[in-house]
């Protein structure tokens, strides 16, 4: 349920709302506008039966939200979410008028590999860093990724170039050590459903990165989120990545459509993973045209210096030139959307 | 920045620290004692026959540090998230039997 306050409604008003709300033990969500204000209750709505919300001074209407997701729901928040990644040493922003390309490799490999990179994707225009450190890979005999090494070569790549970096999270005891290295935690595909990690991701101060499951659905996308969010962690940005369909000429199915979906059923910023979804470097660059005309609000893309001797993922690679070429068509793209590019205000290497 | 300033300022900075660190111990003096009497609260609901549980006093609370948060210049939302969370822990004690 959400509570629309009139316009200029006093923060005793408010508190009043919220008092009456959180007396019968639901909890309370606060999104402010300049005009409007939302209350949204979180909890059993029947609990609210008895309390005369209507009658409630300052309130203006009161809407039930059948959504089973509350937080991450479009109604919740007055205005979109922009979630600001990074800090001192540079930004990216996801979810506002500018559209941010996150690039780096698969996984992380070497300092040199993954510098060199960096610097590559940077000069290119990204204005964020991937790189794995734990792999989830289908074969335990697959390259699983260098672990801890991987993320504080990140943090020292981060330095050296000021892109922020983000990183996946397989594993609840993972989670404070990723979070001391990167700028934002990314949920796998694999582990779009591990509630444990979603709850305890919760509890962290780093944006989260929630890819979709390979057969989840965009409703089961969203409760993903909602866990993360009903934990305390606002911060959260979607990321479609390609559904598992009967096609088997890609990797995957990119849903563009899920794109749009989720814009108008959240509130919540939403990127795309042209290289999981093709799972081939040939088709990222269109890939990632059509998510950016579909409203993507970023990209999220594999980069390797040699995709030919890459340790994973070396088939939906782009190498340099190609990602280059990308990036200059982009901005066609964007702007065609009524969007552009993200330009990264950080001061340039200090390395 | 001229070395004399920055040194000045490295050692402002470790100044701030240490209180900071002297502040976050009394928050956790205070928080201990909050619990005791929380504990205690418990008890004495258990003996009048009460629920543990009383989102009305809760609610009240809430508001009342949100209030204050609010005259104090604080951020209300991120005080409100705390106080929760204070809450919170407060009720796990009193619920917690000897």
Redesign the interface.
């Known amino acids: 349920m959400i509570i629309i306050t009139r316009p200029h409604v006093t923060?005793?008003e408010i508190?009043?709302i919220?008092?009456?709300?959180?007396?019968?033990?639901m909890?309370t969500h606060?999104s402010r506008g300049e005009v409007r204000t939302i209350i949204g209750c979180i909890g059993d709505e029947s609990l609210l039966a008895e309390v005369p919300l209507r009658s409630l001074p300052g309130v203006e209407s009161v809407t039930p939200v059948l959504k089973p997701y509350k937080l991450a729901s479009r109604e919740f928040a007055v205005d979109r979410t922009i979630v600001r990644v990074g800090g001192r040493d540079g930004q990216a922003t996801f979810g506002g008028r500018s559209i941010a390309v996150i690039a780096g490799p698969c996984s992380v490999e070497s300092r040199e590999m993954l510098l060199d990179t960096a610097h590559f994707v940077r000069d290119a225009g990204a204005t964020m860093l991937r790189g794995g450190a734990f792999k989830p890979r289908t074969s335990p005999y697959a390259f699983q990724g260098l672990g801890a090494k991987a993320l504080e070569l990140l943090a020292e790549t981060r330095a050296a170039t000021g892109l922020p970096v983000v990183t996946e999270v397989m594993d609840t005891r993972q989670v404070d050590l990723v979070a001391e290295h990167a700028d934002m935690l990314q949920v796998g595909a694999r582990n779009m459903q591990n509630f444990a990690l979603l709850a305890e991701l919760g509890h962290v101060q780093r944006p989260i990165l929630l890819k979709r499951g390979l057969s989840a659905t965009i409703k089961e996308l969203l409760m993903a989120a909602e866990y993360i969010m009903a934990n305390?962690n606002h911060d959260v940005v979607l990321c479609e990545r390609g559904i598992r369909t009967y096609e088997t000429a890609t990797r995957n199915t990119l849903d563009i459509a899920a794109i749009p979906v989720l814009k108008r059923e959240s509130h919540l910023p939403v990127i795309v993973d042209p290289s999981h979804a093709g799972g081939d470097a040939d088709l990222v660059a269109p890939l990632a045209f059509a998510a950016i005309a579909a409203g993507a609000d970023g990209l999220i893309v594999e980069v390797h210096p040699n995709p030919e001797c890459a340790l994973s993922d070396g088939d939906q690679s782009l190498a340099p030139p190609a990602f280059t070429q990308m990036m200059a068509q982009l901005g066609a793209f964007a702007r065609a959307a009524g969007r552009e590019l993200e330009v990264t205000g950080a001061p340039r290497a200090v390395a | 920045m001229s070395d004399p300033a920055k040194a000045e300022a490295l050692t402002q900075l470790a100044q701030c620290r240490d209180e900071i660190e002297r502040i976050d111990n009394q928050i956790v003096t205070l928080l201990s004692q909050r619990l005791a009497l929380g504990k205690r609260t418990g008890e004495l609901k258990r003996a009048a026959g009460l629920p543990i549980l009383d989102p009305t006093r809760e609610a009240a609370v809430i508001r009342r540090v949100t209030e204050r948060a609010r005259d104090a210049g604080l951020p209300s939302e991120a005080a409100r998230e705390v106080f929760w969370q204070i809450v919170g822990m407060s009720r796990r004690a009193q619920e917690a039997k000897e």
């Open positions: 923060d005793a508190d009043h919220r008092e009456r709300i959180e007396a019968v033990g909890r606060l305390g």
